[in-house]
């Protein structure tokens, strides 16, 4: 006969709060267990107290040595068992109940196998019934459901032995959850959880005065009274009413429990149970998600690379699409990569776990955990790939981070929503990842993004130096097809962006390149980095031309169509010639038609400041005497020089303008 275990082993430190669900075949006193823990039947409804079995899931709450035990009371029948997938969700600790005079039962088996598929790694056992057997008897039970769940590598953490008729072993239970309340605070509980607010729901009613009202088990983070929340998968933005809590009113909430939420701006028509709660801006609604299968059992005979099944994630299961990374080699997949399709949208986070059962739910064909919840479908050109599903499964913060930027690519999201990807807890640890990579030149953060706090939308570094080497090489062919052209117009150049890249971001991008010197602006126009004009011999003569004969015409030049040497030449020709020239500052454009040389241009500065130096106030006549020119050609001239800010108009008269100083400066230092 097993020693009886002493609670000693178990710190009894603080106040803590603990979340149970049941487990077990049905008839084997799951509700009962939960009755006489708590006095409250879980058996809510009228037809399953006529009939004597758990039908839908079933709820209570106890205060058990000054902790909070909330209990999650599951169906045993086979015909339920997809309600017993959505009552483990967001349960701390497994009850596993196993009548001692039945032993194992088939879904004692089955509901074990979905707590392991779930991710849980311990749980209690409560042998029931014990009244009805003898002592050996329930030794020989315990120690086949223990072999049992460690074949699943599930550790039992206690095995009580209890009976609802003679009240055996309550007393014991309640020491052994209020421990494990406890234990669970100690060893930091929700501390290494998601700081933000997320709840499955599992029921949604009316209240009569109150409006829609949904419960569920709080994964993490905390949630106040009249703060908002998105409802999902619509992820439309609803209010909390009012908040309560084994029937208790409460102002806030926070940490792992069993919460009561009181919604406004929704009705029961748009609440149901699957949906969730959370935080703004850290869930996404997806279709299409990357998943690591731990395993899965192929139905039927015929192996195939794409099944249909029955997805089971939180509290919600919908029709899915498994598709493998690699044709299966049997009818048993292990370990391996998969993509997971809906018709209908559905809300995850990184690592969270699922169940797969087949289309009619009759049997569980495996399950995994999540690693690109908000994932490209898979194609051809863009492959399933194995390398970033091993940094995903077994990857750093930094590295989870870093692939789920790569794999995004363009569809950039918040540092709410990258932290869920990546499973970071909270929006300043993925700050602080995405500072480090920035640091390593592994991202960059693109300004007049919304992603982040300050501005910036976080993209990949090879995504970028792909799209920087596309461009570029792009505009040395155009310019090399084109080489009177002086460059690229920088409006232009902003629609050469990639097409993939939000609109928000493009301005950003094209900025980007010519900050780190990809490119160059030459005034209005860009050009490769060390570009020089590939002119041919007589483009070059004439452009020369057209420079010396603009020149000789001082504050009076000749306009395109009084060129002598551009006499029956191509207009158009013609045109990018003296473009080319503006871009290399052998002529300065003064207005439409209008240009004068480079040396009349620093003349004319040097000019008006040292006459205004003397003279604050110059009229358009003094300075058409002061240039020897006209008034056709000098009101343009005093027009611009008060857009760059060489002059400034004060009624009918110029004064200095406010960058007079600088304009000169470059002068000389261009002289």
């Avoid at 100690?186 to 997320?198: K, Y």
């Avoid at 993490?220 to 409802?231: C, D, F, I, R, Y």
């Avoid at 629609?495 to 094209?510: G, K, Q, V």
């Amino acid at each position: 006969m097993r020693p009886a275990v002493r609670l000693e082993c178990y710190p009894m430190t603080q106040r803590g709060q603990l979340v149970v669900g049941t487990a077990g075949h049905i008839d084997h006193g799951k509700s009962r267990v939960v009755w006489s823990l708590t006095g409250v039947n879980p058996d809510r409804l009228p037809e399953e107290q006529a009939r004597g079995m758990t039908i839908d899931l079933g709820f209570a709450h106890a205060t058990i040595d000054d902790c909070d035990v909330w209990f999650v009371d599951v169906p045993g029948h086979e015909r339920f068992l997809r309600n017993m997938v959505a009552g483990a969700t967001g349960i701390d600790l497994p009850m596993l109940i196993v009548a001692a005079d039945d032993s194992l039962m088939p879904q004692t088996r089955e509901h074990a196998e979905l707590l392991a598929l779930l991710g849980f790694d311990r749980c209690l056992v409560v042998l029931t019934k014990m009244d009805l057997v003898d002592v050996e008897w329930a030794a020989a039970v315990e120690d086949e459901v223990r072999t049992f769940l460690q074949s699943l590598g599930i550790t039992p953490a206690l095995c009580v032995r209890t009976s609802a008729e003679t009240g055996q072993g309550f007393d014991e239970l309640r020491g052994v959850l209020a421990a494990e309340a406890r234990r669970r605070v100690s060893s930091g509980g929700d501390q290494a959880a998601p700081g933000w607010f997320r709840m499955p729901i599992d029921r949604a009613f009316n209240v009569p005065g109150r409006g829609v009202v949904v419960t569920g088990s709080v994964y993490h983070g905390s949630v106040q009274a009249e703060t908002e929340l998105e409802l999902w998968p619509a992820g439309r933005r609803v209010r909390v009413r009012g908040l309560q809590s084994h029937s208790e009113g409460r102002e806030a909430a926070a940490g792992r429990m069993r919460l009561a939420i009181n919604l406004a701006g929704v009705s029961l028509e748009d609440v149901q149970r699957g949906f969730e709660l959370a935080s703004p801006g850290y869930l996404e609604a997806t279709r299409c998600a990357d998943v690591h299968l731990d395993w899965l059992r192929m139905p039927g005979k015929t192996v195939r690379q794409r099944i249909a099944m029955r997805l089971h994630l939180a509290t919600g299961e919908r029709l899915v699409s498994v598709r493998s990374a690699a044709p299966p080699e049997s009818d048993v997949l292990r370990d391996v990569l998969a993509q997971l399709r809906t018709a209908e949208p559905f809300v995850a986070t990184w690592g969270q776990r699922f169940i797969l059962r087949d289309e009619t739910g009759s049997r569980t064909l495996g399950g995994g955990r999540m690693l690109r919840p908000v994932a490209r479908p898979w194609s051809a050109k863009r492959p399933p790939r194995e390398d970033a599903a091993r940094l995903l499964i077994a990857g750093k913060p930094k590295q989870r981070i870093e692939e789920v930027i790569r794999g995004s690519e363009w569809r950039m999201c918040g540092l709410a929503a990258l932290a869920a990807r990546a499973g970071l807890r909270d929006e300043a640890a993925a700050t602080e990842q995405c500072r480090q990579l920035g640091v390593e030149g592994r991202i960059v953060g693109l300004r007049g993004g919304d992603a982040a706090a300050d501005g910036r939308a976080y993209v990949h570094a090879d995504l970028l130096n792909a799209a920087r080497e596309r461009l570029v090489a792009r505009l040395e062919k155009h310019l090399a097809d084109n080489p009177r052209l002086p460059g690229l117009m920088r409006g232009e150049w902003l629609s050469w962006m990639p097409r993939a890249c939000p609109e928000r971001l493009r301005s950003a991008l094209a900025d980007w390149m010519i900050e780190r010197g990809f490119v160059v602006a030459v005034g209005p126009h860009v050009v490769p980095k060390g570009h020089r004009s590939a002119l041919s011999a007589e483009d070059r003569a004439l452009l020369e031309a057209i420079v010396a004969e603009i020149d000789a015409g001082g504050f009076q030049p000749p306009g395109l169509k009084s060129l002598h040497c551009a006499e029956r030449k191509d207009p158009r020709r013609v045109r990018e010639l003296v473009e080319l020239a503006v871009a290399s500052a052998a002529l300065v454009r003064i207005a439409d038609g209008i240009w004068i040389s480079q040396k009349h241009w620093r003349a004319l500065v040097t000019t008006l400041v040292q006459t205004f130096e003397k003279q604050p106030e110059l009229t358009v006549a003094a300075i058409r005497d002061l240039l020897a020119s006209s008034r056709t050609f000098v009101v343009p001239i005093v027009e611009h020089t008060d857009t760059i800010g060489l002059t400034r108009r004060v009624g009918d008269v110029r004064k200095l303008g406010p960058k007079a100083a600088s304009i000169l400066q470059w002068v000389k230092a261009n002289e």
